[in-house]
């Protein structure tokens, strides 16, 4: 017990009953018939799922103390009622202990489960008072060459086929000084990515925005006063260790967040607000609301934080404590493959950890978006895929020119319409394998930019020829001021099929028509119709592609 003793609480207890007694004129029970009362753990910031794929997730929780993490999982069907026989499944799974050195968060990475099948989870921490509070979710894992996890598909989730799916992305969480305001319904974006019942969410990076102090109220352009949930934490950038776990933790206030991650798996990316806009290694800030100006100090603190926050799964990003030794950055993988099953990959690339400094990006030599690592991972995997759909998830878009001051440029793309220079060598080097290799299919996602727009790559119409067609779809935000259309770079050839923007720089998320998801629905003939809505859910913009075999 933290707030009071045992030994304070039974004399007081003592104390009142015997005055009780007195007053009443009999005696008071014995000591041991006094029970104790004992604080339970709760899970103060919700639960969530990650990484799922068709026989692994990765299970995610904070508790309010220090406790070992456990989880209870089951096979239901579509109405949620346990699978019984030789369709049921359940397992419970002691995972590790939440201390104060990762935040109290904890994560069980399960492997083995049945593919196509639909879990009941409950989460919990127990600690020398017991198990504590219990909160509950569901997921689905992803199909399997055969369709599901067993013959009758109808047992295991209830899916209309054995092989449709649907998923939803976006970028861009309670930035601008835009958070959580109750008087609107809250981050509403993500009930409306909810109320579409994907198997699972990308999120494409600016998951929280570290560099953005969140105020009481603040006035909008038309004279009505946005009153945003505010915590010490939001109060100031962030800096230090506790306000960078901070601002996570502001996210999952919102009630829209934790309803939606504790029933649709995550897929999350980092970006630069989760440390400082437009950041890259090495960089020395210029920004007088700082005390810590090393980004490299800042970035570790960041994505430590990311870590425990994010229920991510590849083993050579799982950091432990003492990582960060001495408050310096130091890149970990987190660039990784998620299989859902014969009809999709899902590659979720860092374009931020490895990332060279911002120039002008007219560089006549290649320059890193991604790191040569990276590249040739991305490659090789990306050959020897055998989904349909290779998506490949992008926190930085590949043709809208995103400036960093005047000159330089926070993206790949140059403002010059020519050969690939710089950055954009590193992607043209990475297209041309594609073409290569024969690799069909593949789909680029992605958010950064504030809007959501349509874009069609095409050798015919660029500077750099040596690739095969693609689509590029950006959503976002989703909870933060909206900005754009952005200008774009011609050296890829794209075309700009569909844009959508705010009506002006910073708009607020009143509304809900400025704030944008992507929505996939992947049939199971194989085709992939991607969607651009609103936070109303209103349908902005569709495309249906049919697979080349």
């Avoid at 990762?102 to 008072?129: C, M």
């Avoid at 050798?459 to 959503?475: C, G």
Wanted: with cysteine; aromatic share 10%.
């Amino acid at each position: 017990m933290t707030d009071l003793s045992r030994r304070t609480l039974v004399k007081t207890s003592l104390t009142g009953l015997a005055l009780a007694g007195l007053a009443t004129g009999t005696a008071a029970p014995a000591p041991a018939a006094i029970p104790l009362v004992r604080k339970r753990l709760t899970l103060p910031t919700g639960i969530a799922t990650g990484d799922v794929t068709t026989d692994s997730a990765v299970l995610w929780s904070r508790a309010s103390g220090p406790g070992r993490l456990s989880a209870r999982l089951q096979a239901v069907d579509s109405a949620g009622e346990i699978l019984r026989g030789r369709y049921g499944f359940s397992r419970t799974i002691q995972g590790p202990l939440a201390t104060e050195a990762s935040d109290f968060t904890a994560k069980i990475h399960v492997k083995g489960l049945p593919a196509g099948t639909r879990f009941a989870l409950e989460l919990n921490f127990e600690d020398e008072n017991g198990l504590g509070e219990a909160v509950k979710g569901t997921f689905t894992t992803a199909p399997d060459s055969s369709g599901n996890g067993g013959p009758e598909e109808a047992h295991l989730g209830g899916r209309p086929s054995s092989y449709s799916q649907s998923f939803v992305w976006t970028g861009d969480t309670a930035g601008q000084g835009w958070g959580i305001n109750e008087e609107i319904g809250g981050m509403r974006g993500y009930k409306a990515m909810h109320a579409t019942r994907p198997d699972f969410f990308i999120h494409s990076g600016d998951t929280i925005y570290a560099d953005g102090p969140i105020a009481a109220t603040v006035t909008e352009k038309d004279g009505q006063v946005w009153r945003n949930i505010v915590t010490e934490e939001v109060s100031k950038v962030a800096e230090t260790l506790a306000e960078y776990r901070g601002r996570h933790r502001y996210n999952s206030l919102d009630a829209n967040m934790r309803a939606m991650f504790a029933e649709v798996p995550v897929i999350a990316q980092w970006d630069d607000h989760e440390t400082h806009n437009n950041w890259y290694p090495g960089q020395i800030l210029d920004d007088a609301r700082y005390t810590e100006r090393n980004v490299n100090v800042l970035a570790a603190r960041g994505r430590q934080a990311w870590q425990e926050n994010m229920p991510i799964a590849d083993s050579a990003a799982l950091w432990r404590p003492g990582t960060f030794d001495a408050g310096q950055y130091q890149p970990a993988r987190i660039y990784r493959k998620i299989s859902r099953g014969p009809q999709l990959d899902v590659f979720c690339l860092d374009m931020r950890t490895f990332k060279s400094p911002n120039t002008d990006g007219k560089e006549p030599y290649a320059t890193n978006i991604l790191g040569q690592e990276q590249v040739d991972w991305l490659i090789k995997e990306v050959r020897q895929s055998k989904a349909t759909w290779k998506v490949i998830a992008a926190d930085l878009p590949l043709g809208i020119i995103v400036p960093d001051g005047p000159v330089n440029q926070e993206s790949l793309s140059n403002r010059d319409n020519g050969a690939p220079l710089g950055r954009e060598l590193e992607i043209a080097g990475v297209l041309s394998a594609f073409k290569r290799d024969g690799v069909k299919n593949t789909v680029w996602l992605t958010a950064d930019v504030h809007y959501c727009a349509a874009h069609h790559y095409s050798p015919e119409r660029a500077s750099f020829t040596d690739f095969d067609p693609f689509w590029e779809f950006v959503a976002g935000p989703i909870n933060a001021g909206s900005f754009g259309p952005n200008a774009m770079d011609g050296t890829f050839g794209p075309e700009v099929v569909f844009s959508k923007a705010g009506r002006f720089p910073g708009e607020s998320p009143r509304d809900g028509e400025n704030q944008y998801f992507g929505h996939v629905d992947l049939a199971a003939d194989g085709t992939f119709t991607a969607s651009l809505r609103n936070a109303n859910g209103a349908v902005l913009f569709s495309k249906t592609l049919t697979p080349e075999r």
